[in-house]
């Protein structure tokens, strides 16, 4: 794999956030609350249905009230209590250089959704550009002091890596994990 792809065409954002979701519930997260991705192009009510039906498809069942306008993408809990708030960010018709602004202001938010020692947040994104940058902007050090999870979305294949706080960000994805 290319450490950088620049023709990797778009990944809707939706498509991430749907198999982050079922990744978290096969890990056994409950989702709590979704936040379906909106602005130019995107159409939010089929993409809400495009989710919802996905969900239902793999025996995650929603309730209406757990969407949300705003905040996190994904808000997910363990039975524990431990409480995970994911941003995610898809890919769409833009230049390379715009990647960077994308993946300050992914970071920007996730990061604003840390309350304290004990919250986690985390950033989904496909595979491409976006891993590079985030491999140099987000330190390891920085992942560990605010718990920052990495959920990688492979849209050829339709699986989700994740890398803990604690775990070393490769961006080179192990083939044999699914």
């Known amino acids: 794999m290319e450490r ?4 990797i065409g778009i990944v809707p954002e939706i498509d991430i956030l749907i198999e982050v979701g079922k990744f978290l519930a096969d ?3 409950n989702i709590t609350f979704i936040s379906v991705p909106k602005g ?3 159409n939010q ?3 809400r249905q495009k989710l919802w039906e996905e969900f239902e498809r793999n025996g995650i ?3 209406s009230q757990m969407f949300r306008d705003d905040g996190p993408d994904i808000v997910a809990k363990k039975e524990d209590g431990t409480i995970l708030k994911i941003e995610c960010k898809g890919i769409g018709d833009v230049k390379p250089s715009t990647w960077r602004n994308n993946v300050d202001r992914l970071v920007a938010s996730a990061v604003s959704y840390y ?5 986690h947040i985390g950033l989904a994104i496909p595979i491409g550009p976006y ?3 985030i491999s140099k902007r987000v330190p390891q050090a920085l992942r560990e002091a605010i718990n920052m999870w990495l959920f990688i979305y492979d849209y050829e294949n339709c699986a989700v890596y994740h890398h803990k706080p604690f775990e070393t960000f490769d961006w080179a994805v ?3 994990r699914s």
């Open 4 to 7: 950088i792809q620049e023709n």
């Open 115 to 119: 309350e304290s020692p004990k919250s």
């Open 27 to 29: 890990e056994g997260w």
């Open 45 to 47: 009510e089929k993409d």
């Open 40 to 42: 130019n192009g995107i």
């Open 131 to 133: 891993m590079d940058l």
């Open 61 to 63: 069942y929603l309730k």
């Open 174 to 176: 192990d083939e044999t």
